[in-house]
């Protein structure tokens, strides 16, 4: 499906920046964003954007824009639906994707909006669950755009930053600094690919008692903060 959406972006280059803004809308988007991964493919639109088949703030606008729209649809989803949420599809039968969302937000409040951007699936539930525990919109918005604003470039820069050094590293006619370049290179994009493949791995990791760990520690956390006082 992604290699397909890529084929499209790169054959249709005029219309690459709008595909783009609907793919990050649906990624950011409750349900829908759980089963839609566009991380991937925004890598290798970076790749695109670096060799000047696609043109950058246009992609990067349009992306930000469905990204947070994607986010605060969510989050008024929450809002809206409260409770019931746990009652719905695909919540009803696995009560621990909301449960891992809503507490990764109880633990770590308005910021979890910025991080959960980059931690795959709770991209697209942190944003419901906030609005579930009602956080006022207008932080949660802030958060949503800023984070936006960071997230594509930062998504879009290890595919364009790799193509740009193999292009110094080529045209430099002396061998160290193709050497160095090379090497900082292999280190940068070996170690993202390499958190990447961690944190998959650790989600695959024995996933009905990582299911039940999550639920408890929800519970848990819950009841430290009633006897705190807190909500």
């Not at 249709?12 to 493919?41: D, N, Q, R, Y």
């Not at 409770?83 to 909301?98: K, N």
Request: aromatic residues 10%; contains cysteine.
């Amino acid at each position: 499906m992604l290699h397909h959406a890529l084929e499209l972006i790169r054959d249709h280059a005029t219309w690459a920046a709008p595909i783009m803004g609907v793919l990050t809308f649906l990624e950011s988007l409750a349900f829908v964003g759980l089963f839609f991964p566009t991380t991937i493919l925004l890598i290798s639109v970076g790749a695109l954007i670096q060799n000047g088949t696609l043109d950058f703030w246009p992609v990067v606008v349009c992306s930000i824009i469905g990204a947070a729209a994607g986010d605060a649809v969510s989050y008024w989803m929450g809002r809206i639906l409260g409770d019931r949420l746990a009652q719905m599809w695909p919540f009803r039968s696995r009560p621990h994707l909301l449960a891992k969302g809503e507490l990764f937000f109880m633990k770590h409040g308005a910021i979890s909006i910025a991080l959960c951007r980059f931690l795959g699936p709770l991209r697209a539930i942190v944003p419901l669950t906030a609005g579930m525990l009602h956080m006022p919109h207008r932080t949660f918005q802030i958060a949503n755009i800023l984070s936006g604003i960071v997230w594509v470039p930062v998504m879009l820069a290890p595919a364009a930053v790799t193509m740009w050094v193999m292009e110094i590293a080529r045209k430099s006619d002396k061998p160290l600094p193709k050497m160095i370049l090379v090497s900082v290179l292999i280190v940068v994009v070996g170690g993202f690919f390499a958190f990447m493949r961690k944190r998959g791995q650790r989600e695959k990791i024995d996933p009905a008692a990582a299911a039940a760990a999550t639920i408890a520690e929800l519970e848990a956390y819950r009841e430290k903060r009633r006897a705190s006082g807190g909500r």
